[in-house]
Every structure is written in C-alpha cells, then in structure tokens.
C-alpha cells in the first residue's frame, strides 16, 4: 500500500463550485425552532425543584444522625475534621495524584475548626440556659485528652443505642457532651443553628460552607442523595433528580469511579481528575496527534457525509477517462 | 507624521497610514473581507443535515442566555416561589439539554470530517474549549438552583476539586462566588470563544471532503458545472 | 417535596410529571437511567438521520 508521506494539501474552498446559501435564513429558521422546542419541552416536562434539607428539617427528620455528626465535629472525628486541605491541616488526608500533591500545595485556605465553628461558637453565641454555660466552662478547663474521651465514649454509646437515640443510651463518663449537643440539636430544630452557622456574625453573607460542611458530614443528605440515584457509586453526577435528563455528558467522568484501581483508591478523586484532564488535552490537541487524527479517514463515515462530491467526482473521472 | 493620501468613497480601504486604527481596519477587512463574512453562496459539497448541526447549537445557546437573563431579572432565589419563574429556569434547563446535545452532535460530525484539515485545528481548539467549558458552566447552574440538587452537587464536586487543589480557590459551597462564575464570568468567556469560533469558520470556510483535490486543476464535473451555471440563472 | 408555590401562582402541574421516582437500567457496572437512555438514543438517531437524509440541491433558496 503506497503511502504518501504528507497528506496533500487541502484545497481552499473557494475554489470549489458554489450554491446559493442563505446563512442568516437558515440561522433565523434555527432560532425559532430551538425558541419553539425549548418552551414546549418546558411546558410538557417543567423542571425539577426539590427542598433543599436545613438543619432544622434534619434535625427533626433523623434527630440520632444530627446528634451523632454534632458529636463528630466536636471530637474532630467528623469527615470535615479529617479532611485536610483545604480546610485544616490532617497528616495524609490529602490525595495524590502519583508524586504530586496538589490537594496539599493548595494549602488551607478555608479553615474551619469543626469543633469551635460548628459547635462550641453557635452554643455561645445563643442564649445559654444555666446547664449549657456549666457544661462549656467545663469543656474548656478540660484538655484536649478529655475532650477525647469523653466525645468518643459518647458516639460509641450512642452508635450501640437503639435507633442511635441520645435518651436510650447506656450510662457512662460523656463529660459536658450530651448537655452540649442536646442543647445544639434543640437549637438546629428551631432554625436557630441555620442561621448562626450561615452568618457567622455577619450581616451580609453568601457563602454556605459551614452549614453545608455540617450537612455533608452527616448520612441523611446522603441517604436521600443516594435514593435519588446521586451516589458517586451509581454514576450519580449523571443523574437528576426523579425522572428528569441528568447530564448524560459526563458519562466518561462518572464511569471511571465505577471500577478499578480508582474505585477503592484513597486518592480517587485526584486520579480521576488527573486522567480526565489528560483525555481532555488529548481531545482539544487531536489535530496534532499522528494515528487519532486518522481515524475519521480510516471509519469512512465522511464518505456518506460527502457522497454527492465523491459520486460526482467519479462520474467526472469516467468521463473524462472515456 | 506624514498625511495619510486622500481616499476616494470607492475605495475606502487603500490607505497605508491611519496608525493603529487604520492598520487595525486593513488587518480585519483583509481577513474577513464582507463577502466572506457574510457570504451569500457556500462551496457545493456543503450538502448535508450535518452541517445544520452548528447553527442549531447557536441558536439553543442564544435561548440559555436570554432564558438566563430572564431568571437574573428577579433574582436566583425567584423562580422556586413563583409558576413563571418555575417556567422560565424550566426553559433555562431544557435550553440548556438542547445545545448540549446539539453540540456534541455537531462535535461528533466534526471528527468524522477531521475538520480540522487545511489550517483548522485553530477552530478545532476553540470549539473542544467550548464544550468543555460549557460542561463547567453548566455545572456552576446547577449549584446556584439553591434547592437540594445544589446541596449535592457542591459536596460531590468539592471532593474532586479539593483533591486537586482547585477546591481550595474555587469553593463550590460559596453560592456568592458560583453565582458569578455561573451568571458572568464563565458565559463571558463562552460568548468570546463562540464569536472566535464563528469568525474561524468565516475566514477559513467549510473544510472540503477528505482527499479532495484543487479543482482548478482540472475539468470541472458535468453535475457541479450545471449546478454553477443555474447558480448564475438565479441570478 | 418539590418548591411551594404561593397560592394565587397555583397552576396545573406539568402534563408530564417527571417528579416521580427514577427508572434505571442496570447492565453490569452500567446504570443508566431511562431518561439519559433516551437522551443518547435520540442523539444517535438524530446523528444517523443528519448522515442520511437528503440534503436539498440548489433548488433556489429556503
């Protein structure tokens, strides 16, 4: 098979015979049919809109899993408090990409205390009843240890009591704990705690992070996440919510975190990102690349594309060769 | 600095002086003189549905950006209080479906032409950037619905971006921040990339078929030369 | 637990409900659901139609 070594050059296309074209026709044509399409798919199919979860409606639909997530942030045992980057410094919780630590390089550059943000500054910032200023004074002239043992006894009890409730659990040494943390879900289900941890003294303020850290440590967003098909493990960033189209564009994004090696790696997240951007230089780069910028000659799909060129093209070769 | 010489209505462009403004006209006009920007004829071989595929990307992401601008006018925190506002992100959303997927149709009829022949990677680059900073433009919507969509999509994509650093720069718990990346700061540099994109295939013109030789070296074939002649009967 | 519209912007709800529980598809470690399924056939038909379809000759203009 004989092979050039350059592709000829391509023609320039004005050299090529004409036909009459109404672009802006055409462009005006399209924009009424997609102005069309567009409000009748709204108006047959409307869009979705689900409550977004507070922590007073948590608190009140799985009052177990509020308390134990408001005992983790106070212990440092939440996943917040074991993050790292960008949010506190926690030895090898950052992801790696192969030699690189870029979740680490980052630095942290939101801090947040779990215990002080989430817990201890709201209690204070609230009106105290007499149980709950004893029970931060005796937090705070307890060290670190204490605090330690104390939060872990309690999660303990509280993950050995049935239904996870705080009022069932077995006698034990829990420090000022229970009284903080009931004090914390009483605040949560009044709404108090949504709008202390959203405004943090400020007046002016759209930044969610401490609310939606807190949200995020607990199982009941995701349990309704992964009811609705939003898991990361059932290709959730897919999906919307109900019935509706997800984005069906990020179908190579969400597969990768289905199997192996990145499935059950710590550093997931980082390997996929770093192998996703490596595809995406490789899509927008592909004109320069020997073998996949070949592979459109090879499928012949152009040949249909194109059919009334190349059959013209054949009948002017026979003609002239007669 | 020497006068620029007199030029006559008929001939608007022969001047060689006019500093940056003038070199910058010559510069503009020469590459996209207005028959080729706005070009009435397109070369022959441009006969296929394919190639409606782009213009109707355009088209669905011209009906993102008013519908957008609708659901701006009152607000993000009004269209889930209210049946038009309801209606109008409900138009935001299907918009939104509709140039996706016409763009990746457009993307895959692209490939298959490797239209990126004949000093076009330029344009090929532009429109991959275009897709996958729509992807992320997309992604900043929906976490500025303020609904439990948002919630989730925030802490899913916070994990990846964190553990390559960007988390720690761009916090997709922030609704102020994705608020403006989302309704001004990303569009922006998608209507950039999309106006460049549209000018690139102006200036270069529809890429002929793969193996396609210079017509003018030869006798052009019986069915285009009857075509071209109708053309002119038009006319 | 869709968004409470104020009383006086009440109106019929959409003629096709998508509220209701997902449907999806599981083939092996694919899980796809119905409404993406018909996303992505609908962008092969169309592609395959746009590749087949005859395209108008220069008949004059539309």
């Known amino acids: 098979m004989g092979r050039r070594s350059r592709p000829a050059a391509v023609p320039d296309p004005a050299a090529f015979p004409t036909r009459p074209y109404d672009l802006l026709k055409e462009f005006t044509i399209a924009l009424v049919v997609v102005a069309l399409l567009t409000g009748a798919l709204a108006a047959v199919f409307s869009s979705p809109d689900e409550n977004p979860v507070t922590l007073a409606s948590w608190s009140r639909a799985d009052a177990a899993d509020f308390t134990t997530t408001a005992v983790a942030e106070l212990g440092g045992t939440s996943g917040t408090a074991q993050y790292g980057p960008p949010y506190n410094h926690t030895p090898d919780a950052a992801q790696k990409l192969g030699p690189l630590g870029l979740q680490s390089a980052a630095g942290v550059r939101i801090p947040v205390d779990t215990a002080n943000d989430l817990v201890l500054r709201p209690l204070r910032d609230s009106p105290e009843p007499g149980t709950v200023t004893a029970a931060l004074a005796a937090w705070d002239s307890a060290p670190a240890a204490r605090h330690q043992a104390w939060t872990t006894a309690y999660s303990d009890a509280l993950a050995k009591a049935p239904g996870g409730d705080p009022a069932k659990i077995a006698g034990g040494d829990y420090g000022p704990v229970p009284a903080l ?30 609310p939606l850290l807190f949200l995020a ?13 939003l898991g990361g493990d059932q290709w959730g960033m897919m999906n919307e919510v109900g019935n509706f189209p997800g984005q069906a564009w990020v179908w190579l994004f969400a597969f990768w975190y289905q199997i192996d090696p990145f499935k059950s790696s710590g550093n997931s997240d980082a390997l996929v990102w770093g192998l996703m951007a490596l595809l995406s230089v490789i899509l927008v780069l592909l004109p320069f690349i020997p073998g996949l910028r070949s592979v459109p000659r090879w499928t012949g799909v152009h040949r249909l594309i194109w059919r009334t060129y190349y059959r013209e093209q054949r009948q002017a070769g026979h003609a002239r060769h007669k | 600095m020497s006068r620029s010489p007199r030029v006559t209505a008929a001939d608007p462009y022969s001047a060689t002086d006019g500093g940056w ?58 269209w889930t209080g209210s049946a038009t506002g309801l209606y109008i992100n409900s138009l935001h959303l299907w918009s939104v ?27 090929w680059i532009t429109g991959t950037v275009l897709f996958l900073g729509s992807v992320g433009t997309a992604f900043t919507g929906y976490l500025v619905q303020q609904n439990f969509d948002s919630q989730w999509t925030a802490g899913q994509a916070r994990d990846g971006l964190n553990a390559v650093g960007i988390g720690a720069y761009f916090n997709t718990f922030d609704f102020g921040q994705m608020l403006m990346w989302h309704s001004v700061l990303l569009p922006f540099v998608l209507i950039l990339l999309t106006a460049w994109h549209l000018l690139l295939v102006r200036r270069r013109g529809i890429v002929p078929p793969i193996d396609a030789t210079d017509p003018a070296g030869q006798p052009p074939p019986a069915a285009a030369e009857a075509s071209a002649h109708h053309r002119d009967e038009e006319q | 637990m869709t968004g409470i519209l104020p009383p006086d912007e009440r109106v ?19 899980q796809l659901s119905v409404a993406n399924l018909v996303v992505i056939g609908l962008m092969v038909v169309v592609f395959v139609a746009a590749l087949l379809l005859p395209f108008p000759r220069g008949r004059g203009r539309r």
């Open chain 1, 181 to 210: 943390t009931t004090r914390l879900l009483g605040l949560a289900r009044s709404g108090a705690l949504d709008g202390e941890l959203r405004s943090g003294g400020k007046f002016y303020q759209t930044d969610y992070t401490r």
């Open chain 1, 217 to 229: 440590d607990g199982s009941y967003l995701e349990s309704l996440a992964r009811s609705q098909h």
């Open chain 2, 21 to 78: 403004t003038g070199a910058m006209r010559r510069r503009a006009v020469g590459a996209l003189p207005p028959e080729k920007l706005l070009p009435d004829g397109q070369p022959a071989y441009m006969a296929s549905w394919i190639y409606v595929l782009g213009v109707l990307s355009v088209a669905a992401l011209i009906v993102v950006i008013v519908s957008g601008g609708l659901l701006a006018l009152k607000g993000p925190a009004w």
């Open chain 2, 97 to 123: 479906e509709l140039f996706m997927f016409f763009m990746v149709i457009h993307l895959w009829g692209k490939f298959f032409m490797a239209a990126w022949r004949g000093r076009r990677a330029t344009t």
């Open chain 3, 12 to 30: 019929l709800a959409a003629p096709i409900d998508l509220n209701n529980t997902g449907h999806y598809l599981h083939w092996g470690v694919v």
